[in-house]
Structures are given as C-alpha cells and as structure tokens.
C-alpha cells in the first residue's frame, strides 16, 4: 500500500514538472542523428539528417532541408517554444549552406519567424542573402521589437515574445503580400546547422570603467 502510495505521489509530481520550454544557449546541432524537431510544410518533404559536411567539415551533422516550392523551417516543439524574455534570448544563430546553381531564383533570402500564442507572427524587417556558393555562413537574427515587423495577427509584441509557439526560418525576398502565404517561390535546397538561442552578454563593470576611461581621453 505504501509503495503503491508513492508511486501514485512520483506520477503526480511528473506531471507537475513545467514541459521543456526555451532555454539561454541551447543549440540545435543534429549530432544525434534526429532532425531535432525541425520540419517543413505539411506538403513538403521532412528535412533530411546529413552524416558529415556541416561547418565543422567531416562528421559534423547539419540537416539539408527540400522544399517543394516555398523555402520554411520551423520547430514547434517545447524545446523552441515559450517565453523568450525570461529566457534572455534576443538574437538566434544559424548557419546556412546553399548548394544550388548561381540563379535568381536559388538565391536564399532568408528571415526568421516568431509565432505567437494567438497565431500572431513576427518577422524580421530586413533578410539574409545566402550566396549559391556552396559554403557555410553563419548569420545572427535580432529578436528585438525594433528588428522585427507583425505580418499576421494584432498581439502586441509582448505577448509573441513571452509566449511563443513555434520559430520559423523562411525565404521571403518581400515581393509577396505578408501573411498566412508569407514567403516567396524558392528553388533548391538549403543546409540548416547550429541554430543557437544567444542571450547578449551584459557589459560588466569593466566594460562600463573601460568605456568611461575612452571617452574621458577623447574629451581631454
């Protein structure tokens, strides 16, 4: 009885425990073999975990993600979701890989998406271009409020931040209207490693002593 008692007890507390949400420098690398919850469109194919080549050369996992006519990745697990305020995390790191043929339309112009608990979302105002040279790049995307525009929905900014639901890295050179069809006609396929949630590093009291002895020496 006893036993059966603290079972029920051990039960209970697990589903107490707050579902995995967004943490400060966690880092999607695919090392383990799995896409790490990343998938693509309902139509499209699920990206595809590649054993060697990522940014670290051989060995280094990355996932090569193939879309049918639009270019979109996203995560909506817990690991991806949540509030990315109390988290601190206002930029998130990517590397991205284009192995397509030098032409217009494989030329990866590529944003990220937050997704609100409302269905809002927010994307940045200004994109990335991925060279078609068949290199890795690494690209930081701000998270901020002034770096980012609501293409659907009408929550405040607040609450898609201290809320989100899923992120989202798509193609979107700005020539289609925004929205549900956000994102524009794409053709190839791209590489996706080392998506980080970065949280900025505070200036530190060394810092602040240091900028202060700068600006006191230009003044002189």
Partial sequence: MHR???LVVLALLALARPAAAIT???VSNFQDGSLQGWVTGANAPLPTNVATGGPAGAGDRYILVQPLSH???FNPSTDWSGNYQSAGVLDVGVDFLNPNAN???SLAKMRVVLFGPAGSRWTSNSF????TDNLWHHYSFSLRQS???EVLGSDPYATTFTGVTQIMFRHDDGTSPPGVGGGTPFTGNIGVDNVAAI???PVGLAG???SAMILRRRRR
């Fill in 4 to 6: 059966m008692l603290c």
């Fill in 24 to 26: 400060g420098g966690q």
């Fill in 71 to 73: 270019l979109a990745v």
């Fill in 103 to 105: 032409t217009a339309a």
């Fill in 128 to 131: 990335v271009t991925v060279p």
């Fill in 147 to 149: 770096d980012l525009t």
């Fill in 199 to 201: 949280v900025p590093e």
């Fill in 208 to 210: 602040i002593i240091a």
